[in-house]
T-cell receptor, first 112, second 114 residues
Framework: DAKTTQPPSMDCAEGRAANLPCNHSTISGNEYVYWYRQIHSQGPQYIIHGLKNNETNEMASLIITEDRKSSTLILPHATLRDTAVYYCIVRVEYGTASKLTFGTGTRLQVTL | SAVISQKPSRDICQRGTSLTIQCQVDSQVTMMFWYRQQPGQSLTLIATANQGSEATYESGFVIDKFPISRPNLTFSTLTVSNMSPEDSSIYLC???????????FGPGTRLTVL
């Protein structure tokens, strides 16, 4: 799987959009971008994933650049409950290589 | 997504003893996985629990230390054997319907070994 690079930490004011970047410059054409978050040592929570088109669900939006070398997770209106470690993972969706490999993630702190 | 529970949620154990952690899912799933998260670290995959056959372990993890059972499509156990303080971690199970599907995680078991 391609390696990802994320900033170790970010701050965001409550009510503002949180934009979390992820660099995956060596991503292959068949690798998906997944985002999970982990709130204070709970089990990781799936957020969203995509291949090359932008994706949106009830939790977040995922913007993937045209060359697929980077992506941004957007939480449109961050709340204190969004404070967590956010993991960006690239993953093929076939065979044993599809296992998840977690990096160190971005610690997002949402403040009043 | 499936509802996943783990027991115990936390435990404090003495070195040299063993602890069995249970993972229960409210619906049948094909794939079950076990992860470890050491203090301040990210998650590491221990093994894939296979129903009806031996688990598939990742590099650095062995069956004698982390025996796994998977008797059916909704339940799995992970045993941490002959524990030492270095085994103090959060242990998490995850599930998916296929190997390539999105994985969903249980709440984790926080283990402290004294």
């Amino acid at each position: 799987d391609a390696k990802t690079t994320q900033p170790p930490s970010m701050d965001c004011a409550e009510g503002r959009a949180a934009n979390l970047p992820c660099n995956h410059s060596t991503i292959s054409g068949n690798e998906y971008v997944y985002w999970y978050r982990q709130i204070h040592s709970q089990g990781p929570q799936y957020i969203i994933h995509g291949l090359k088109n932008n994706e949106t669900n009830e939790m977040a939006s995922l913007i993937i650049t045209e060359d697929r070398k980077s992506s941004t997770l957007i939480l449109p209106h961050a709340t204190l409950r969004d404070t967590a470690v956010y993991y960006c993972i690239v993953r093929v969706e076939y065979g044993t290589a599809s296992k998840l490999t977690f990096g160190t993630g971005t610690r997002l702190q949402v403040t009043l | 997504s499936a509802v996943i529970s783990q027991k115990p949620s936390r435990d404090i154990c003495q070195r040299g003893t063993s602890l069995t952690i249970q993972c229960q899912v409210d619906s049948q799933v094909t794939m079950m996985f076990w992860y470890r998260q050491q203090p301040g670290q990210s998650l590491t995959l221990i093994a894939t629990a296979n129903q009806g056959s031996e688990a598939t372990y990742e590099s650095g993890f062995v069956i004698d230390k982390f025996p796994i059972s998977r008797p059916n499509l909704t339940f799995s156990t992970l045993t941490v054997s002959n524990m030492s303080p270095e085994d103090s971690s959060i242990y998490l199970c995850s599930v998916s319907n296929r190997l390539t599907d999105t994985q969903y995680f249980g709440p984790g078991t926080r283990l402290t070994v004294l």
